[in-house]
């Protein structure tokens, strides 16, 4: 079971169908895309069998069931995207229950070394580099995600060792949503210790080894040549860095969500599936745009409850609050929480740490109580 549960994670985690069909085609990528779904369901038949998640199960049908009414597109197609996101879902929580940080931030530090590599061994015009995940702000999100992980590993080797990797992979993706939400983390962590101020130390000594690789392969990205610039005391002009604002993305949706906003328009309407052009890079706004409020109003819920637990179990577990921020911030950039199965893993992770860890305090409170009697 530790092979087969290790092989559904690497596939879901290092996003092995994407990266397949984007490298050898829609064959090869479907291929990958069924066994990885196989996989879990073995792994789930084969395994114990504990309670599902229903805060997702519930989100998950009304959006699927409100936003198929208004669907345009292909039937099969909707079918399909459902069908494999229940079994998902239904399954992954299982193998969620199985995962321990120090294997989360394992399978993180792989996928954020595949960054590195292309940076260094294919270097392209396009200046921003995203590894096994296709495109730089979800390869982003998994380099902030290992980064908080790594505020939950014991050993302080492996904890230094996977920021420098984490941090220098996420700069290498030039998000600068990873930037605002690395700061924001470490600040975080200073309520810990203290002493944590020594990363921001460690950002500097990165950034010195950005400027090594830029000097030996090239980066090409502007958002670079900005920082050159900044350092170097010229000139620095804001305008290419202001570019495609995800306000003014966001923007061009609000009308569609204020003339239907109890049913939505339609899967996909929001998230550029369909011929339905650019997407609104919002998981909130394409939860409200697609399936209308109530599901909007459960998702909202739901991120809200991950942040005021992770807050209260802060002590016994930082890394917990650090990794829901740097998932609602993404969620605030990305429109693809239903459909890049890493992200919603995400979130199942930390809501099977916080059952955990309120477990953890009932069996304490019954421990206390049976010591109160035997004294007594």
């Known amino acids: 079971m530790r092979i087969l549960k290790y092989i559904c994670f690497g596939l879901i985690l290092l996003n092995i169908p994407s990266v397949s069909l984007s490298a050898f085609g829609g064959g090869v990528g479907s291929l990958m895309s069924y066994l990885t779904i196989l ?14 998640n229903w805060w997702l199960i519930i989100i998950s049908i009304l ?12 039937t099969s197609g909707f079918i399909y995207d459902t069908i494999k996101y229940f079994i998902y879902l239904i399954c992954a929580y299982e193998m969620v229950k199985n995962i321990s940080v120090s294997e989360y931030n394992f399978f993180l530090l792989i996928g954020s070394a595949t960054i590195i590599l292309e940076a260094i061994l294919f270097t392209s015009d396009y200046g921003r580099y995203s590894g ?4 730089p702000n979800e390869a982003g999100f998994i380099c902030i ?3 908080a992980t790594t505020y939950g590993l014991k050993n302080v ?3 230094l060792i996977g920021q420098f990797i984490f941090t220098l992979a996420g700069l290498l993706t030039f998000s600068r949503t990873f930037i605002v939400i690395w700061l924001l983390i470490n600040v975080i962590s200073l309520k810990i210790s203290v002493k944590n101020i020594r990363v921001f130390g460690l950002g500097f000594l990165i950034i010195g080894t950005l400027f090594f690789i830029d000097e030996v392969v090239g980066l090409n990205n502007p958002r670079f040549d900005q920082l050159k610039s900044i350092v170097n005391n010229e000139n620095v002009s804001t305008e290419e860095l202001n570019e495609d604002s995800r306000a003014d993305t966001w923007a061009r949706f609000y009308d569609k969500i204020l003339d239907s906003p109890f049913i939505g328009n339609g899967y996909g309407s929001f998230s550029g599936k369909e011929g339905h052009g650019k997407g609104v890079h919002n998981s909130f706004l394409t939860v409200i745009g697609e ?3 109530l599901p909007f109003i459960l998702f909202v819920l739901y991120i809200g409850y991950l942040i005021v637990m992770s807050i209260v179990y802060f002590n016994k577990k930082p890394n917990l609050i650090m990794q829901i921020i740097a998932l609602s911030l993404f969620l605030m950039a990305n429109h693809n929480f239903f459909t890049f199965y890493y992200v919603s893993f995400a979130a199942m992770w930390i809501q099977y740490q916080i059952e955990e860890a309120k477990n953890e305090d009932e069996l304490d409170e019954i421990e206390e109580g049976e010591n109160v009697l035997v004294t007594s």
């Open 39 to 52: 996989s879990l369901t073995l792994y789930y038949f084969f395994g114990k069998k504990t309670r599902p």
């Open 63 to 74: 959006f699927f069931m409100i936003g198929g009414f208004q669907f345009i597109g292909l």
């Open 132 to 135: 096994f995940y296709i495109k």
């Open 145 to 147: 995600t290992g980064y």
């Open 157 to 159: 080797s492996a904890k």
């Open 291 to 293: 399936a209308g409020i």
